[in-house]
């Protein structure tokens, strides 16, 4: 049984940055896909990034939304993958969920993901 447990959320203002981790067990010697969601109150759960565990070289995928402004790396050796977030804003503000698959592929919906964290949440303000 896989198991994903996301940390890290908080509140910050506009402009800080915040790293979430997320712990992915029970995995094996799996390779898998990590992804990164976001949930804004009243909105859809939105696709940020996702990265390849534990494949060397394996840079992510992003969302066109937040490239170059948050940023996806792993841990192997702790089974954990972090997502960076840089230049926050106000409508960066909702619950972020990590989720994994045994699938390899890279996956940008949330359909696509089988194993999912409870999700943390993030508030920025102006």
């Known amino acids: 049984q896989v198991q994903v447990v996301e940390s890290g959320g908080g509140q910050v203002q506009a402009g800080d940055s915040l790293r979430l981790s997320c712990a992915v067990s029970?995995?094996?010697?799996?390779?898998?896909?990590t992804g990164w969601f976001r949930q804004a109150p009243g909105q859809e759960r939105e696709f940020l990034g996702g990265?390849?565990?534990?494949?060397?070289?394996?840079?992510?995928f992003y969302a066109d939304d937040v490239k170059g402004r948050f940023r996806i790396s792993r841990d192997n050796a702790l089974n954990t993958v972090y997502l960076q977030l840089t230049s926050l804003k106000p409508e960066d503000t909702g619950v972020y969920y990590c989720?994994?698959?045994?699938?390899?592929?890279?996956?940008?919906?949330?359909?696509?993901?089988?194993?999912w964290g409870q999700g943390t949440q993030v508030t920025v303000s102006s």
């Open positions: 029970g995995r094996g010697q799996s390779y898998y896909v």
């Open positions: 989720a994994a698959t045994l699938t390899l592929r890279a996956g940008r919906t949330a359909q696509e993901y089988y194993y």
């Open positions: 990265i390849v565990s534990p494949w060397a070289g394996e840079p992510g």
